[in-house]
């Protein structure tokens, strides 16, 4: 089994690991000039962003030749997944892919102008987090299969619903927004962590144009020096089981 991620605050990364199998990351993959997997199952994991997947997950998809007999595709969420998953369908139909089973898994919510991070940190307990990749464990070693084709009124909310939502995020959530302070001391961790390469850091840090707005820079800043001008929560997070070099190891 191969299994093909996109992670900024490490939770799929955790369900990637506990699903197990060949590890890839997106980010990393998307360096290739071709990308051609192969294998029994492939599996795709990767966060909802405003009711979809993110921007890079979606040219990975146009992008990549899978080869195999069972493809999944789990979603992390922390609040609502929306229309994630017959947006995921329907974006894999396009680029050619037959998803054989999609899932999501609610967990801590990262998105930082919506949350207040420390209560979701503290009712993750309820979410029974554990319980929801186990029983997605057991569905793909029993190779279940749940995907049909989308009936209208999933086409019709994927159109409204994700390309609504899409493009407010875009426009009010992207790097622009970063406020640097001065606790900022230039280790240049944002850059690493960065999964779209689209920090650098020298007198100053500089964010370019093409931000997947994950917000890993924010989350793993070591002096909390990043924010957003609309952040409702000064907390940050990062999955419990998953390091900070893990992320960099990931994602630069
Ligand atoms: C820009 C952005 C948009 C998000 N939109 C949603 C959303 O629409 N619904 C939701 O439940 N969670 C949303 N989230 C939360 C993430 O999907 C969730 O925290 C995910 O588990 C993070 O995965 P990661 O730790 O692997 O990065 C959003 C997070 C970000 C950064």
């Not at 007999?69 to 894999?92: C, E, H, K």
């Not at 929801?132 to 569905?139: E, G, T």
């Amino acid at each position: 089994m191969k299994i093909c991620y996109f992670t900024a605050t490490g939770n799929c990364l955790y369900v990637a690991k506990r699903i197990g199998g060949e590890l890839f990351s997106i980010p990393q993959l998307m360096k290739e000039d071709k990308i051609i997997i192969s294998d029994e199952t492939i599996g795709i994991i990767c966060p909802v962003y405003a009711g979809e997947m993110p921007g890079m997950v979606r040219s990975f998809l146009s992008k990549a030749v899978l080869k195999a007999n069972y493809v999944f595709f789990i979603y992390t969420y922390g609040m609502s997944s929306s229309v994630a998953r017959p947006n995921a369908i329907s974006a894999a139909k396009k680029a050619g892919i037959k998803l054989d089973y999609v899932n999501t898994i609610k967990m801590v919510d990262n998105y930082l102008p919506g949350f207040e991070i420390q209560n979701q940190i503290d009712t993750a307990p309820q979410k029974d987090i554990e319980g929801q990749i186990a029983a997605v464990c057991h569905d793909i070693e029993q190779r279940k299969k749940n995907v049909s084709d989308l009936n209208l009124l999933h086409k019709a909310s994927i159109a409204i619903v994700g390309n609504t939502m899409g493009r407010a995020l875009l426009k009010g959530n992207n790097a622009k927004s970063y406020i640097v302070n001065d606790q900022c001391i230039k280790c240049g961790i944002c850059a690493k962590v960065c999964p779209a390469n689209n920090i650098t850091v020298t007198d100053r840090v500089y964010f370019s144009d093409h931000c997947e707005v994950c917000y890993a820079c924010l989350h793993h800043c070591p002096k909390n020096a990043i924010h957003l001008k609309n952040e409702r929560s000064s907390v940050r997070f990062r999955n419990e089981h998953i390091t900070l070099k893990e992320i960099i190891d990931v994602n630069q």
